[in-house]
């Protein structure tokens, strides 16, 4: 019977990859000894790389020899909306410098709270207004963190 | 010293200075539980105000938010599986484990205690031994440092759970994630890709923020869990019984020496004791592979020790000068406001502000433990909020959280980054705890091994040649292969 656990000998492939990668990137690395006896700025890399790739192997070989299991049903829904969520807030990243974060975050806050499943505008609503008037008293006014306030400008 | 000890008492009981404490308390308590924000947060918030006040009810205020902080970290930790502050890393995974057991109020309540009787003990060890520990702390060079970074990283083997290669692919990442930005000797930028932001490496806070708390919310979305967390009251859900205190009594005072002997070295912190104290709690138990499930030893070991770490931070500051930490670098600041020289001679020269933050330390302790056991309701109310109005709210705070730390939007996209990557690893059964415990650690041992070796010229033989340093690596060397006998021992076991 063919014994393989994928998704181990998948992330173990990527992550040799990785190891490979960063060793390969080491080479460029300066190779000026500053003080005797010191080891280089590539010495450290190149230890951690060398052994995330052997531990690589191992993980590809144990999701090789894996026992086989029962595949788990995937919940596709809930996958969907992390990808979602994780969307929103990039966006939200890209877009706040340029218009503000006392502006924006509602279209944040709002959105995640309706993928979870709320649909009491009220809650919604109070709950937006609680956590802006936390960021504008607590951190704007009392810790002195500068928001960008872009459109006001 | 009995005579100066009644000095400060006499100090601290002024009403004045015991409100100090109080304020200083709660604001610390409210900074550890936002993630994002930590002690050296608020200490740096309040300097400015203390240039205004008197030194003593300066200082009380100062070392009891300091303290507070450090427990207030661990009510998020225990109530949402979300850390306030790093040192708080190891008691979301037995804290929050026990609130879906239905044993919130308990794990709270043995939180606030052991968290309060670390900081007792580390105040008590501070005024008998500040002096002999502060000679202790100089005996601290760049190969007892890496000796302490590699025993720290030791510890993934107690953490790796059902699969070591997994954990140790997770200890890589870490590490990998230390090695990105300006290479300290040489000036060299490492794996920064011309991105100017990763020039001083990708910050920590940023990152446990994303790891821990965004993936979090990330799997709340994925399985779906919207309403209020219906957490079922079990039988002895209550207040932890005298019983179970006493039961812990061994876990508190192991965890509170470790936070204390660990604090006292400069720069170690109360992160790496408290990940220290949760693994070597894991390493003495009699039932090891039920830490991570639930278990009150795995709250009371890591919250004694990094209130006991407080206590221990202080000793370098006030013996010597040197801070022990950020938040006692904070301090140091304070102390040239106030026209105060730290050194060796404060002790002399100002004994009464000395002997007064001794005292006031166990005062702080014991105001935190009142407010604390006051506040589990609070906390408990928390909770019961709805999952689709708690995380937006929570996501928001790690936004701002993130974005505060120097008012970077960068901040936040690695918030962002991480928490994808967070997410990712724990549904492919990577656990998080070994990649902390490497971005805590790496550029310690990196750092201290390369200047050890310039101070020996190269030769290794530096790290067996100090007694401390050859100490350490012994014991990580058996900390990181009992466990694998232990496993090769049992039945089952996936490596």
Known sequence: MKRLKQSDVIIGVIALGLAIFVYIETLGFPKTVFTLGVPLASFFPRIVAGALGLISILLIISGIRAKPEVPQAIKWRGIVKVVVVMMLTAVYIILMPGIGFFILTPFLIVPVALIMGERDWKRIVGIVFLFMLMAYFVFFRFFGVMFPTRIFM | MLENLAMGLREVLIPYNLLMILAGVSLGIVIGVLPGLQAASGLAILLPLTFFMDPIPAFLMMVSLYMAAEY????????????????????????????????????????????????????IILVVAVVPLAAFALRFGPAEYFALGVFGLS??????????VKALISVGIGLLIVVVGVDIFTGYPRFTFGIAELLEGIPFVPALIGLFAVSKIFHYIEEERTGIQKIPEMGGSQFPSLKELKGLMVSILRGSGIGTLIGIIPGAGATIASLIAYGEEKRASKHP???????????????SANNGAVGGALVPLIALGIPGSGSTAIMIGALMLQGLKPGPLLMVEQPVLVYSILVGLFFAAFCQLVIGVLGIRLWLAAISVRTSILMPFVLGICIIGAYGLGNSMFNVGLVLVF?????????????????????????????????????????????????????????AIVTFVIPFIRMRRRKGVNL
């Open chain 2, 72 to 123: 207030g970290g661990s009510i998020t930790s225990i109530a949402l599986g979300i850390p306030g502050t790093p040192p708080a890393i190891p008691t979301t995974w037995d804290g929050f484990p026990l609130t879906q057991k239905g044993l919130a109020r308990k794990a709270l309540g043995v939180s606030i205690i052991s968290s309060s009787m670390g900081g007792m003990i580390g105040a």
């Open chain 2, 155 to 164: 510890l993934v083997a107690n953490l790796a759970g059902k699969s070591v």
């Open chain 2, 289 to 303: 592979e039920k830490f991570g499930t639930g278990v009150l030893e795995g709250v009371s070991a890591p919250e």
């Open chain 2, 419 to 475: 928490g994808i990557l967070g997410y990712l690893m724990e549904k492919f059964g990577f656990p998080l705890a070994p990649v902390i415990l490497a971005i805590v650690l790496g550029s310690i041992v990196e750092a201290n091994f390369r200047r050890a070796l310039a101070i020996s010229g190269g030769s290794y033989v530096i790290f067996f040649t100090h007694p401390i340093s050859l100490v350490l690596i012994i014991i």
